[in-house]
């Protein structure tokens, strides 16, 4: 409290578990300023910066995870733009050419670097907040309160008649919320806004990891009592981490597997075909083994 009253707080960025090799939890980065209006970048008086990282990075081995260039970029220059700091956004800018043009490679948008100099809210990733707006969420510096949620992907599965869904949704704090509807999309946005539940409203929805589809109410409510069972929970957690779990517009991956095996069978097969057909060609043109 006495930090934000006294406006030292410049940014707050929340980092992903399994960074470091002493510790797997998440790790928030402080940066701190005595004096926001020092003439060198933009008056940020009454003003913190809040990023959100932690769907950043990808594990290079099962227990650590590693950001990109393209990611760090992307956190450093959304902080330079936000400060007003152009000459660095420029050099940010200029790395980031280089690298395409050594590589011949694009990185995709969504990872390009924020270069210029007027600052936007991401909703998901960044937002500016003033101190007011920080009382008002109890002077916590969670940078997940405020950058709120991401525009969902159109991915959830439409309502049908008769269908009803068991749904999990993972949390800020690694909880998992579940629950069941008839209309899926609709009450994702209703966990969005804290409308839907206490829980979620305390603690922000991340996504949906998992969802299964029943043909009665009364079969989805019963499903939904049992995964809220101690063993129901612990199969939630296993399914999730062995990728077996149904993802939103997804499919659990022993179907993905078993579906592309049998895809790839049926290409080996066509190959097998064209290559008799071939051999067969050269034969009749007396090139035959």
Known sequence: KNIIEADLVDCMIALPGQLFYTTQIPVCLWFLARNKKNGKFRD????????????LGSLIDRTH???????IDKVAATYHAWRGDPEVNAKTQGRHDAKEK??????PATLRPCVDSVYKDVPGFCKSAGTEEIKGHGYVLTPGRYVGAAEVEDDLPAPRPGVHFVYVIA???GSYYIGQTDNLPRRWQEHLSGKASDWTKKHRPLYIPHHEEFNSREAAVAREKELKTTSGRRWIKKAIAEGRARQAGGIPFEEKMSELSARLHEQFEEADRLEAAIKKNLEVLGYSE
């Open 44 to 55: 940020r008086s009454g003003e913190t910066l809040f990023i959100d990282a932690r769907k």
């Open 171 to 173: 949390c800020e704090n």
């Open 102 to 107: 050594d590589d011949n490679l694009c990185a």
């Open 65 to 71: 995870k590693d950001f990109s260039e393209e990611e």
